[in-house]
């Protein structure tokens, strides 16, 4: 009997094998800017489902082509017959004999169409190729393979929808080479391939994934631009073209077409870098040097094309950041015609064109600049009209960051307040709760009380904001500074109640935090019920028994809320000094503090657990030593809580604020 062999040891066993190197998952594709008409439910009708596209069977590779589906028909008195005859049991003979028929049948009509043996290849190469788990060097030889199978043949198998999905695999997954080989072969069909329900895919991921191409794929387009915008296959693709893949020079190509076919036909911009710079002017760029008639010429063209969108609402062009472009053009265009007269009148007819849309096109940059340059150019009529097709969709233009640009414009530049805090205001101090999570509807709530304030807006959303400054005041009557106070006053009352309502969850989010300081301190109106539930909301024992739900002053964000409520504002870096807010009394919210949260839990906060609470003790302290002589036995009191027991305490404690805390409760 043969000895067993021992089992190697874990040191003898050799090295380890080479896990499989599957392929990286690709990064996010960026996506278009979302209308906020559009339903939230609804998918985004962007190039980018091609993804979705690419995976609808699932993995059964098994396509059905409707041509290959049985002609024949039940006969009409089939139904009838049947109810007559006796039910029969089935033969399964005849069954199999039926189903071998039919198979055949449908091999032999596949096998009659053009191309058919190619297409089998390719779909029995297409299903190694199209694998997610796969190693990248595996699935670089499935590409290559399948290249091998349709070289040459591209363009006349890409408008089959099977054949579609099997050119988008090489085009997704292969390599640059390979890409640019499947461009090459397809050029010339480009415009058909945009309009084609399937290839639109392809087309899409082409000009995203072959920068070389780009300009070709889209001068193919050029003469035909405004028709396939308002083509409901080709209109997703020039949108995802213009606002997600092109750059400067390239998007000049498609704008062309807008500016009219003596335009396109006369202006040369694809020689030298002198050209391009020129061309990526836009339509600035075609004016320059030109006489007065062909300006008018240019600008009529303009006008006509732009009008032809607008007039066909439903075909969805309306929303693509192309046309928001081109319109900006014409606008800025408007600024340089010498006839004050003539330039008004063009103005308000295209304003009269376009106001029904104007919800559509607030998400895009040159969107949201249209729809604020009729705001601050309109009459009080005009911008009451803007409102009202705004108003619908407010809580979504909070929520975006171009969108919500108009809403501020708005709030900067209408007179009629009382009328903002109906169709403007109240929508966005309403749906507060929704605004709060995100920086966007924070930025909104904050543009009600403190607006442009570096604290919350960047300098170039303050520069934007600003561009409209100069119009607005030769359009408008009331001054800024009224104009936001009275803003201000109807937005304050909302928040003020919101904020009393439901303070315990915002003041646990850091953005709740934020807002809450900015409506106590700069909100109007009458303060205490806010007040008394921001500190019922810390008067709990400190520290917290449960560990899951920290003690509001134990969160970092929460406690600097109650220093600075506390210091009477926002310490600026600049002067190195607290800025005090004009509506808010530190003094009294300190003397508040020390009725309501009391002794046990204030002493807790320096004494106990880590002692998150005594900067906010300081600066209650430095609040009432502020106060002077009104706040004497208030002063008596919390130097008395304090004795010689707990400023040892406080001394051997770890509290990170107990030197700054000490030496303020010397000062009371």
């Known amino acids: ?16 094998p080479k896990k499989v190197q599957l392929e990286k998952p690709a990064a996010a594709e960026k996506h278009r800017s979302r209308p906020v008409t559009a339903p939230v439910s609804s998918a985004e009708a962007s190039g980018d489902s091609n993804d979705e596209f690419d995976d609808l069977e699932g993995d059964n590779d098994d396509f059905v082509d409707m041509d290959d589906v049985d002609d024949e028909t039940m006969p009409e008195d089939a139904s009838e017959s049947a109810a007559t005859k006796p039910i029969q049991p089935k033969d399964p003979n005849a069954s199999r004999e039926s189903h071998k028929a039919q198979k055949a049948l449908h091999e032999q009509r596949r096998a009659a169409k053009p191309h058919s043996s190619l297409l089998s290849d390719a779909k029995r190469v297409w299903s190694l190729a199209r694998q997610k788990n796969i ?17 040459g043949k591209v363009k006349e198998i890409v408008f089959k929808h099977d054949a579609s999905r099997i050119v988008q695999t090489v085009v997704k997954y292969g390599r640059q080479k390979e890409r640019d080989e499947v461009a090459q072969e397809l050029k010339g069909q480009y415009k058909e391939l945009a309009q084609n329900k399937y290839s639109k895919f392809l087309i899409t991921k082409l000009i995203r994934l072959c920068p070389a191409h780009r300009p070709t794929i889209l001068t193919e387009f050029q003469g035909n631009v405004l028709r396939l915008l308002l083509h409901r296959e080709a209109t997703s693709v020039l949108a995802d073209a213009f606002e997600l893949y092109t750059n400067a020079y390239e998007r000049t190509i498609l704008l062309r077409d807008f500016y009219g076919k003596e335009t396109v036909l006369f202006t040369t911009s694809g020689g030298s870098d002198e050209e391009k710079e020129k061309a990526k002017k836009g339509l600035r760029g075609v004016l320059e040097g030109t006489d007065v008639e062909r300006r008018r010429r240019v600008l009529n063209a303009l006008k006509e094309n732009l009008c032809t969108i607008f007039n066909n609402p439903d075909k969805g062009a309306v929303t693509h950041a192309v046309v928001h472009r081109a319109l900006w053009e014409y606008l800025s265009a408007l600024n340089d015609v010498s006839d004050e007269t003539e330039r008004e009148k063009l103005r308000r007819e295209m304003f009269e064109t376009c106001q029904e849309v104007l919800a559509e096109m607030v998400h895009t940059k040159d969107g949201s600049r249209v729809v604020r340059e009729f705001l601050a150019y309109g009459t009080a009529k005009d911008r009451k009209q803007i409102l009202k097709v705004l108003k619908p969709h407010i809580e979504r233009m909070c929520l975006d960051d171009d969108a919500q640009m108009v809403l501020f414009t708005a709030l900067d530049v209408i007179d009629d307040t009382k009328l903002a805090s109906k169709s403007l205001i109240a929508e966005m101090t309403g749906p507060a ?19 442009r304030t570096r604290r919350h807006f960047t300098p170039v959303q303050i520069a934007l904001l600003a561009e409209t400054d100069e119009i607005r005041s030769r359009t408008s009557k009331k001054e800024p500074e009224a104009r936001e106070e009275e803003v201000r006053k109807y937005a304050s009352e909302a928040l003020l109640s919101w904020l009393e309502q439901n303070t315990a969850s915002i003041i646990k989010e850091p953005g709740g935090s934020l807002v809450a300081a900015e409506i106590m301190l ?12 921001l500190l019922r909301a810390i008067s709990t024992s400190y520290p917290s028994i449960d560990p899951s739900s920290p003690h509001p002053i134990d969160l970092p964000h929460t406690s600097r809320l109650y220093k600075t409520l506390l210091q009477g504002g926002h310490f600026n870096h600049t002067s190195k000094s607290v800025d005090l807010a ?3 009394d530190a003094s009294l919210f300190a003397k508040e503090l020390v009725k309501v949260v009391g002794k046990d839990i204030v002493v807790g906060m320096c004494t106990l657990g880590e002692g998150n609470g005594a900067f906010v003790v300081a600066e209650m302290c430095e609040a009432l030593i502020r106060d002077g002589e009104k706040s004497g036995e208030v002063r008596k009191e919390v130097k008395g809580w304090f004795g010689d027991e707990v400023r040892e ?5 770890q509290a ?9 409760i010397a000062s009371l």
């Open 1 to 16: 009997m043969s000895a067993l062999k021992k089992r190697q040891a874990r040191t003898q066993a050799g090295p380890k």
């Open 135 to 151: 190693p990248t060097a595996e699935r670089q030889k499935h590409i290559q393979d399948l290249m091998n199978v349709i070289r």
């Open 433 to 451: 709760k929704n605004l709060l999570v995100s920086p966007q509807g924070r930025r909104a709530l904050f543009y009600l009380l403190v607006p």
């Open 522 to 533: 700069f909100a109007d109106g009458d303060k205490t019920p806010a007040s008394q539930s």
């Open 582 to 584: 004009p509506h808010w």
């Open 649 to 653: 305490a406080v001394e051997g404690g």
């Open 656 to 664: 990170k604020g107990r030197k700054v805390l000490l030496e303020k």
